[in-house]
């Protein structure tokens, strides 16, 4: 497949697994080992697939940067060993590092407390013309905060505020953040990637088995296994209440790397693709000028 024919079908590659109203959904209704029209045969030809992925983001990026308009923001949250690491490393592995950033959020410090929780990540929002990545984000905080609700309680929030809406209100909170961001040129696309409890499970067992692998993995890691109901019902809830047309989730399959990297390419390839970018013109009087450079050039 060419950079081109990667385009034009990226819609069709990424459309099944995006959600753009959340009010039905269920995360019962997507299989983490799905592969789409794909058997586990054709993982050499998805890996090809990609490669086509990485070159036509590459060239669209380019484009992005050169116009110095619109701005992409890529959210990616999941479950430990989901593969959002190695998933950022190959989809964007084409990408001029100019124009694109990365952001890790891990446990806010404590100057990050004395702010509202969505500061730490608003600022690291993209310029326009680049491609922004949060590895984890603002959607922690209904995430780990509501599985372990105590956190609340370091956030230093007045009591009052702490009620049994507070999630209700983050997930408004979140929605109208994003369309704000849309209206001011940031496209936003959020990733999912839905891993099961059995294929976590042998991710782990391998950091364990594979010494190179072994800084990757802590107890903290079993300890948050144990919650995976509550975090599954946190996920439905979360992608049910902040999925929307300007702003959607995709719920990325993610028991085969290989799927994952390639359903990741295709959206983001159909979001930068959407945008009609194309490279500055000059106009007659530029041009005129640039003439009047080559011949001093040519002078010389």
Not at 13 to 40: C, E, I, M, N, Q
Request: hydrophobic residues 40%; contains cysteine.
């Amino acid at each position: 497949m060419s950079a081109e024919e990667f385009v034009k079908r990226a819609r069709s590659l990424s459309r099944a697994y995006r959600v753009t109203a959340g009010k039905k959904f269920r995360l019962a209704d997507y299989d983490p080992a799905d592969t789409g029209t794909l058997g586990s045969g054709d993982k050499p030809q998805a890996k090809k697939a990609l490669r086509a992925g990485v070159k036509a983001m590459a060239q669209l990026q380019e484009m992005l940067y050169a116009q110095d308009r619109w701005s992409v923001l890529l959210v990616f949250q999941a479950m430990d060993a989901a593969g959002k690491d190695s998933a950022i490393k190959h989809v964007m592995s084409g990408v001029n590092p100019q124009g694109c950033q990365v952001f890790s959020f891990k446990a806010p410090s404590k100057e990050e407390l004395d702010h509202d929780y969505l500061w730490r990540c608003l600022k690291r929002l993209p310029e326009r013309g680049r491609i922004g990545i949060f590895n984890r984000s603002y959607y922690e905080e209904v995430l780990v905060v509501r599985v372990h609700p105590a956190i609340l309680d370091g956030q230093e929030l007045p009591p009052v505020l702490v009620t049994d809406r507070i999630w209700t209100e983050r997930f408004e909170d979140i929605r109208n953040v994003e369309r704000y961001l849309t209206r001011n040129g940031v496209v936003i696309r959020k990733f999912f990637l839905h891993v099961s409890k059995e294929e976590q499970q042998g991710r782990f067992l391998d950091r364990i088995d594979r010494p190179e692998k072994n800084w990757k993995f802590s107890a903290a890691d079993i300890a948050e296994r144990a919650h995976w109901d509550d975090y599954m019902r946190a996920y439905e809830e979360m992608i049910r209440h902040t999925a929307t047309k300007e702003a959607p989730w995709y719920v990325v399959p993610a028991d085969k790397k290989w799927f994952t990297r390639m359903v990741v390419a295709s959206a983001i390839v159909d979001a930068l693709g959407s945008l009609d970018l194309h490279f500055p013109t000059v106009d007659k009087a530029g041009r005129k000028e640039l003439a009047k450079l080559r011949k001093e050039l040519e002078a010389e």
